[in-house]
């Protein structure tokens, strides 16, 4: 419904008002979907109002780039006209590319039944642009959500105001969402959006992350001493609060993940900055923190094209299943380098496990290369007596669907791979890779100490121990540009039925291991 009202000047406001059903959708009588683009379901300009009522329902779905609900700020004629938006309903951007409220002008959500929802990829909740002293995004009430690679509030060079004063705001990234996210539309390095936190002691604002879903996203940290100072500067700078405000209380429920670092530059991380609350929440800064009581079992960070430095013992068994999970689970690396340190112990009981394993990448033609993806091992793998299938390094590289993606495996001289005690197991398995090996392996029982195909592997040392019916070196595929050197080390077979090398399509070899 829409009607006029007393505005500036004596002149009329338009005012439109929905408490029905409003769907932007494909027109599925056309062959084409993509015919559904840039639509609005509601829209205020030149100082109009727009208000989803209770009851009412705005669905965006199969429409790239449309948008529920929208209010605009606009110079007319050297005047600014600043138009307003008002949530009490429920409003979801369940399409690609889509948004739920696009806010330039004012918008307000002060209704705890409303909700707001990003629920595909590329979409967005709330979206706020522009520093403009008029733009005003303010959330007292209802329920923002984020999932399937949405993003609930996207600060866009501007400030996003979350008030939970009476207790009635709910922020939720589900699986695969991402709650808060800040960098700049036009400079996708600058990290400059706000949010500005108004609460009680008794009403902090508070983020649930929720399996599967992510709280922030930050890219090219610098990595420091095995932390990431980053952190605290960007969660600084992200939210702001005045000094009788509590923090943003981080609720991480069993399976979520508290930050993205796309990138880190610099050193490694390492598992004892993620070992304890305590040590996490230091690196939160003045802002933000976990609330240790109300969280569960999750995740700090998920790493992206980082490094990782396992640099205390590691016990597989304590997955996030468990009471205590090891700070192993408590990270997440893609496509990133990972380190055994010296003196350190991978171990578990399980069948199935893997104690060291990574895959490369490939983002529209930038793909990972053997500098980019590294395992190195200095410490021991050790598989726990009568289980099967365990692996000690995993590296596989999907050259079909991403040509020219590799990895670099160390297992340097200190490392000490141990399956002697498994079945069905294997040392190392690496596909179009490359494997620089001083180290020991053991293995038994229908085991193989290193599976390789299509890769190049270099073995300068080591001792391979081969116990029963059982292969040291099942080598495939080797092209003309792969090889094996064999340049030093022993192989020691143990018992019966067994085998030092199984070679298949092998076309350069050159052996130089003793047989002891």
């Known amino acids: 419904s829409g009607k006029n009202t007393a505005g ?12 029905g059903t409003i769907t932007i959708d494909k027109n599925a009588e056309t062959a084409d979907a993509k015919k559904s683009k840039f639509n609005f379901g509601m829209l205020s300009s030149k100082e109009g109002k727009i208000t989803n009522e209770t009851g009412g329902k705005i669905l965006v779905k199969d429409s790239e780039n449309s948008v529920g609900m929208a209010s605009l700020i606009e110079t007319i004629g050297g005047t600014q006209k600043v138009s307003k938006a008002e949530n009490k309903g429920i409003i979801e951007a369940s399409g690609e590319k889509t948004t739920g409220v696009y806010n330039t002008g004012e918008f307000l959500m002060d209704n705890n039944n409303a909700k707001i929802s990003a629920l595909a990829k590329q979409s967005i909740g709330v ?12 959330l007292k009430a209802g329920t923002v959500t984020a999932a399937n690679s949405g993003v609930g509030l996207y600060s866009d060079k501007s400030k996003i105001t979350l008030d939970n004063t009476n207790g009635g705001l709910k922020l939720v990234a589900d699986n695969g969402g991402l709650l808060f996210y800040n960098y700049q539309s036009d400079d996708s390095t600058n990290p400059s959006g706000k949010f500005e936190l108004i609460g009680t002691t008794a009403n902090p604002v508070t983020a649930r992350i929720k399996d599967g879903g992510y709280g922030f996203y930050l890219k090219n940290a610098t990595i420091t001493n095995g932390t990431v100072p980053g952190v605290t500067t960007f969660l600084n700078g992200m939210f702001t609060k005045t000094s009788s405000v509590p923090k943003l209380k981080m609720v991480l429920e069993d399976g979520g993940t508290l930050m993205i670092l796309d990138k880190p530059q610099g050193g490694e991380l390492t598992l004892t900055g993620v070992s304890t609350l305590q040590n996490i929440n230091t690196s939160l800064g003045n802002n933000v923190e976990i609330d240790g009581v109300a969280s569960g079992k999750y995740k700090v960070y998920s790493v992206y094209r980082g490094s990782l430095k396992m640099d205390q013992n590691v016990n597989l068994d304590n997955t996030m299943s468990t009471a205590t999970p090891d700070a192993y689970y408590k990270v997440d690396f893609r496509s990133s380098n990972m380190t055994l340190d010296a003196g350190k112990t991978v171990s578990g009981t399980q069948s199935g496990q893997v104690a060291l394993f990574q895959g490369n990448y490939d983002e529209t033609g930038d793909v990972g290369t053997v500098d980019k993806v590294k395992i190195t091992n200095n410490g021991k793998i050790t598989g726990l007596s009568g289980k099967k299938g365990v692996f000690g390094i995993y590296a596989v590289n999907d050259i079909a669907t991403y040509a020219g993606a590799t990895s670099n495996i160390v297992h340097g001289a200190t490392g000490n791979i141990n399956l002697s005690q498994n079945e069905d197991s294997i040392g190392i398995y690496m596909a179009n890779g490359t494997l620089t090996s001083s180290g020991n392996i053991s293995v038994n029982n229908k085991s193989v100490g290193l599976d390789a195909t299509t890769s190049d592997v270099t073995v300068s040392g080591g001792t391979h121990t081969i116990g029963k019916e059982s292969v040291g070196f099942k080598l495939k595929n080797f092209a003309a540009t792969n090889k094996f050197l064999g340049n030093s080390g022993n192989i020691s077979i143990t018992d019966e039925k067994s085998v030092a090398y199984l070679m298949v399509q092998i076309l350069h070899l050159i052996l130089t291991l003793k047989m002891i």
């Open 8 to 19: 500036p000047n004596g002149k009329g406001t338009a005012q439109a008002v929905n408490k």
């Open 127 to 138: 979206y706020a642009k522009g520093m403009d002293t008029n733009t005003k995004t303010i």
